[in-house]
């Protein structure tokens, strides 16, 4: 994942003119069509009431402004925070952490019950902003909501049998009792990137609330209404308004500052800036989770549908426009169903439609912001001077808007063109031919990231093996990454440089606690007792230690 802060060039505003209905441009490689426009317009959603009442969630009181990637245009002022701002945020948290963590379980997780119906029901709301904030086509802005909910539901009904004290057996059987609890690490710092603005933020949220913590959470400033948005809602499913706290800023000034006062550190974007993260809290002796970046791989096997793979790549690559961390910008194939896959694939890359409206009907949005463009225009201009192909796309769209560039597919690439092994982290995939499982299974391990993988067989048993060996915290087999990510009961997140800790089920939501062993002897201390010396007790425990092995007590 590229760096938490973007920039977004406010000299692009006015760059791109709301486009009208047609075809897309015919200079590209692929004159990719636009989707259908919608009435709705940005000041239809974000109304200056809107701003101003969200705006209060901030502790902070600086002004800076916020752009849509879909025009490039201001879309709201908020305040900024400066590191006192963060400072007293954090003081409000702690102060108010103690008493919601007094609270029984279950009434925490009523809240995450509530919050769930609310956002089901105020979707569109949500599915507004994140569209407006982040340029991405409604249908993946849906993503965001379905993956949420699911969260919601899941620590809502699953936090007693994560959180619950646990029976352990004591050194003593029968004399030692010893109970295992599960206590609050207090208030959590939550560094958000900008390309999930809802899933990041309040997602990643929900099960530190559900453990007893308060929250500091610090949005990147370009995406900060639907953090801000989705903070009230759980203040309206009954949150105390002060467990969740925000700040806004600029990365370099505010982040600091979050490590600096958190008791645990929960953070999401690049891998430069979380090992700087994790210096930080590692200072303090204070743990931290960091989902970092990923250049993921997708292997089409021998016996591969290839036309559900080819379904499947589209998913999987192009999603947000491909500005997800465990989108797939690699594709092995096996030579034996290359041409065929190949084929099958690109035709439906040219068929997508770009758009930027706030309606279902367009297969893929905008990138977030200037920053991103250029680096998919050069990752690809670089590929192609240094002989790669282009077989789809290639061509930004300014005609769509500021900052469309087409879904795009490569050949030919390698070392030691950029797109090889670099993240793109934009709608960019490479396509190889490789000889056998062995071949794909080694070139999908190289590289330094490990984030997700993605496997398509029509044998079970087959793409298992296969996804044993490959070194990504996630697989998904006949699906690019919506499989393993949307199911929370198992844990997500990276090897190698793509991070530490995990996200999603016991992993998830016991990072945010501290366990605590209480251990209740009755009857007789664990010393010499009824007239033993040293000597005779040593004799009597080295007997207990070989008869509770024989009786294989664990």
Not at 143 to 150: G, K, L, W
Not at 358 to 380: F, I, N, P
Request: hydrophobic share 40%; charged share 20%; with cysteine.
């Amino acid at each position: 994942m590229t760096d938490s802060e973007s920039t977004k060039s406010a000299a692009a505003a006015g760059a791109g003119a709301p486009p009208a209905t047609g075809a897309g441009s015919a200079t590209g490689t692929n004159p990719v069509a636009q989707a259908p426009a919608a009435a709705r317009t940005a000041a239809d959603v974000v109304t200056p009431e809107l701003v101003a009442r969200l705006a209060r969630g901030v502790v902070g009181s600086g002004r800076s402004a916020s752009h849509t990637p879909y025009t490039g245009e201001v879309l709201a002022e908020l305040p900024v925070s400066d590191p006192a701002d963060v400072t007293a945020a954090f003081e409000r948290a702690r102060a108010a952490q103690p008493a919601w963590a007094a609270l029984p379980l279950r009434s925490r997780a009523a809240v995450l019950l509530r919050f769930h119906d609310l956002l089901l029901d105020r979707q569109t709301e949500a599915l507004d902003l994140i569209q407006l904030e982040t340029g991405k086509a409604r249908s993946h802005a849906h993503e965001e909501v379905q993956s949420v909910a699911v969260e919601a539901r899941h620590y809502g009904r699953a936090a007693r049998s994560y959180l619950g004290p646990r029976r352990r057996t004591g050194v003593v059987p029968a004399l030692t009792r010893v109970t295992e609890l599960r206590q609050p690490k207090g208030v959590i710092g939550q560094i958000v990137p900008w390309n999930y603005p809802l899933e990041l933020s309040v997602g990643d949220a929900l099960p530190a609330f559900a453990a007893g913590n308060a929250v500091v959470m610090k949005p990147d400033s370009e995406t900060a209404l639907t953090a801000l948005w989705a903070r009230g809602l759980l203040v309206e499913a009954g949150l105390p308004p002060d467990v969740f706290q925000v700040v806004l800023g600029e990365g370099p000034v505010v982040g600091p500052e979050v490590v600096r006062h958190a008791d645990y550190v929960s953070f999401t974007g690049s891998t430069r800036t979380g090992r700087e993260v994790a210096r930080g809290a590692a200072e303090r002796l204070v743990g931290a989770s960091l989902e970092l970046g990923g250049k993921n791989a997708m292997l089409v096997l021998a016996d591969a549908d290839v036309e559900k793979a080819a379904a499947g790549a589209v998913r999987g690559c192009f999603s947000s426009a491909g500005q997800l961390c465990v989108s797939i910008e690699r594709i092995y194939v096996h030579e034996s169903v290359a041409d065929a896959f190949t084929e099958r694939f690109v035709a439906r890359v040219k068929a997508m439609r770009l758009g930027s409206a706030l309606a279902y009907g367009a297969d893929m949005g905008s990138l977030c912001g200037e920053r991103q463009l250029k680096t998919v225009s050069a990752h690809v201009e670089d590929a192609v001077a240094k002989g790669a192909t282009v077989l789809a796309g290639g061509t930004a769209r300014p005609d769509v808007g500021p900052y469309f560039y087409e879904p795009t597919v490569l050949t030919g690439v390698e070392e030691p063109m950029a797109v090889c092994a670099d993240e793109t982290f934009g709608p960019v995939v490479s396509v190889y031919r490789v000889r056998d499982d062995e071949e794909a299974v080694v070139r999908a391990n190289e590289g330094r990231y490990g984030l997700n993988a993605s496997v398509w067989t029509r044998s079970p048993r087959h793409g298992a093996s296969v996804a044993r060996r490959l070194r990504t915290g996630t697989v998904n087999v006949n699906e690019g990454y919506a499989a393993a990510y949307g199911s929370v009961r198992a844990p997500m997140g990276g090897m190698k440089d793509s991070g530490l800790g995990r996200r999603h089920g016991a992993d998830g939501i016991l990072k945010f606690t501290e366990v605590q062993t209480v251990a209740r002897q009755s009857l007789l201390p664990l010393a010499p007792s009824f007239g033993m010396d040293d000597a005779s007790y040593a004799r009597f425990m080295t007997r207990s230690l070989r008869a509770m092995k024989a009786i294989r007590l664990r």
